[in-house]
C-alpha cells in the first residue's frame, strides 16, 4: 500500500497543465505538474511568526509573479518567478484583526481582495506593488463573486447583499 497524503492546502491557482499552491501548515509556496504528477519546491514565504498555520493559504498567478493572499498573516507576498524573489504589500490593518481574505480576483490591472476581518474590499495596483485603497463593507461578508463589473457580499449577519462596481467604485446595498 502507498501512502496517498498530499500537502495541505486551501486555494491552488491552476493554468494550464500548472498548479501553483500554498502549503497551508509550513508557508511554502509548490507547483505541480498535472501531466506528470510532479510536485516542486519553489520557495519558503518570508515570515518572523512561529506558527505559519494559514498565514498566507491561498494564492492566484498574475502575469510572471504569485500572490500569496492573507489570511492570518498580515500582509500579501508576491513572488517573482524570474528573480526568484518576493516583494512584501503592506495591508493597514490597526486593530489587528484576522484579514480573512477567501474571495480575490484580477480585473484591469487591479487586485480586489474581499478582507471579512477588516470589513473592506481591498483595491491592489499590481504593478505598484501597493495597496492603492480600501473600500468599506458595513457588516461582516461570509462569501463573495465577481460577475463582470461587480464584486457581489453576502452579509454574514443581515442578509443584505452588497455590490462593489469595480469601474464607478460605488457600493450599493441590497436588502
Given at each position: ?21 500554498v ?8 507547483s505541480?505538474?498535472m501531466?506528470i504528477g ?5 520557495a519558503q514565504?518570508?515570515?518572523e511568526?512561529?506558527?505559519?498555520f494559514?498565514?498566507n493559504p ?33 495591508i493597514?490593518?490597526?486593530n489587528?484583526a484576522?484579514?480573512g ?19 473592506q474590499?481591498?483595491?491592489?495596483d499590481?504593478h505598484g ?6 473600500y468599506?463593507?458595513e457588516?461582516?461578508?461570509s462569501?463573495?463573486v465577481k ?13 443584505c447583499?452588497?455590490?462593489f462596481?469595480?469601474v464607478?467604485?460605488?457600493r450599493?446595498?441590497?436588502?
Amino acid at each position: 500500500m502507498t501512502n496517498s497524503s498530499f500537502i495541505w492546502s486551501d486555494g491552488w491557482w491552476v493554468e494550464d497543465n500548472i498548479a501553483w499552491f500554498v502549503d497551508g501548515e509550513h508557508s511554502i509556496l509548490y507547483s505541480l505538474d498535472m501531466n506528470i504528477g510532479e510536485c516542486k519546491f519553489i520557495a519558503q514565504i518570508p515570515n518572523e511568526k512561529e506558527n505559519c498555520f494559514r498565514l498566507n493559504p491561498r494564492c492566484i498567478k498574475i502575469e510572471k509573479e504569485i500572490y500569496c493572499i492573507p489570511d492570518v498573516g498580515d500582509c500579501i507576498w508576491v513572488y517573482h518567478l524570474e528573480k526568484a524573489e518576493f516583494v512584501q504589500i503592506e495591508i493597514r490593518n490597526i486593530n489587528y484583526a484576522r484579514l480573512g481574505i477567501t474571495n480575490f480576483w484580477l480585473d484591469k490591472n487591479k487586485l480586489y481582495a474581499v478582507s471579512r476581518g477588516l470589513r473592506q474590499i481591498i483595491e491592489v495596483d499590481i504593478h505598484g506593488k501597493r495597496v492603492s485603497k480600501y473600500y468599506d463593507l458595513e457588516d461582516d461578508v461570509s462569501q463573495s463573486v465577481k460577475a463582470d463589473d461587480a464584486i457581489l457580499c453576502v452579509s454574514a449577519v443581515s442578509g443584505c447583499v452588497y455590490e462593489f462596481n469595480t469601474v464607478t467604485k460605488r457600493r450599493t446595498k441590497y436588502v
